[in-house]
């Protein structure tokens, strides 16, 4: 049986990108939500809950970036001059985020501060940027020639303004369950607030998103099944998904309404997964909207091959070590322990 090496690719890719916006998105909020601590205890305290994850989460960037340029050049070549500035922006901001990250524990008063507001800041803008580049890939790149035929501001959209601010929230919500898994006392009892808080504007910017991208581009209205301003049944096998998204937010609310610790977590990495399949059903099988399908911008099947050679061996290591470190730093985070 000869294998579907486009096909395998464009689902490694897919699952690296979704593990990274779960795994990095929470404790990009974690930073986000840095500003609401009551104290630079508290502050402590959330790094704490991330220090020994938060640089690992950021290999499946690497991975889904990686990925994108070996397996499918021609997207990869689209792609980056479409989405230059904001990218970079992130690219900045999560330096500057890391390099926070370690000044934090060696600064004095002001520079604790400084530091403090970097962490900070880079987090928002790190988010803010990969909601840009969100909103502006489902809007579409223009392509003419196999070549990017746009604007260098084309993603700087109301649109893509809204996703990014969606982002933020979800981002923001995916930080508060965690700090509701993680911690105890006082500060769990913030993480609880600022979850509501959170889940409340996520459920209100993801059904605005929702909406506003049907009106985005009539391709995804008609996958929807909305066209020429009928609806029909087609969509019916795709209905599962949004379902997926209201129990996920079903189960945050019922969570932090029984004072569950893991479960509002659990409930928000099914609404960030409805989300996810909901956008790749929108514009699959295309990886530059909506103008070249995945196997066209696919690299030669024997360099596919000999990458997947590579990722076969590396994969289970890296997702071993990941669930290893998760599970040697299990439990909560204390205000007496310091930086892992």
């Given at each position: ?251 945050v609310v019922e969570g ?21 399949l909901g956008l790749a ?60």
């Amino acid at each position: 049986m000869t294998l579907d090496l486009p096909l395998i690719w464009a689902g490694l890719i897919a699952v690296a990108v979704l593990l990274y916006v779960l795994l990095d998105g929470f404790d990009l909020g974690v930073g986000i939500l840095f500003p609401f601590a009551r104290s630079p205890k508290d502050r402590d305290v959330m790094m704490d809950s991330i220090a020994p994850v938060w640089d690992g989460n950021e290999t499946w960037l690497v991975l889904g970036g990686g990925g994108l340029l070996a397996a499918f050049p021609l997207a990869y070549g689209i792609l980056a001059p479409a989405f230059y500035l904001p990218l970079i922006l992130m690219l900045l901001a999560l330096i500057l985020r890391g390099v926070a990250f370690e000044f934090r524990l060696h600064g004095r008063k002001r520079g604790k501060a400084f530091w403090t507001a970097a962490f900070a800041g880079g987090s928002l803008m790190a988010t803010i940027a990969q909601g840009l580049v969100l909103g502006g890939f489902i809007q579409g790149v223009a392509v003419a020639d196999g070549r990017f035929a746009g604007q260098p501001f084309d993603w700087l959209t109301p649109y893509s303004l809204l996703v990014a601010a969606g982002l933020v929230a979800g981002y923001a919500l995916l930080g508060g369950c965690w700090l509701v898994w993680k911690t105890a006392d006082e500060l769990h009892g913030d993480a609880r607030r600022w979850t509501w808080i959170a889940g409340v504007a996520t459920a209100a910017l993801l059904g605005a998103v929702s909406l506003a991208t049907l009106a985005v581009h009539p391709r995804v209205a008609a996958r929807w099944g909305f066209q020429d301003g009928a609806f029909t049944w087609e969509v019916l096998p795709f209905l599962p998904i949004p379902i997926l998204g209201a129990a996920g937010l079903l189960i945050v609310v019922e969570g932090l309404r029984r004072r569950e610790h893991g479960m509002p977590f659990a409930g928000t990495a099914l609404v960030f997964l409805s989300g996810y399949l909901g956008l790749a059903v929108s514009f699959f099988p295309a990886i530059v909207p909506y103008e070249i399908d995945f196997r066209q911008a696919a690299n030669a099947d024997n360099a596919l091959a000999l990458m997947l050679v590579g990722v076969a061996i590396m994969l289970p290591l890296i997702l071993g070590y990941t669930a290893w470190v998760y599970w040697l730093f299990r439990g909560k985070v204390g205000g007496d322990e310091g930086y892992h």
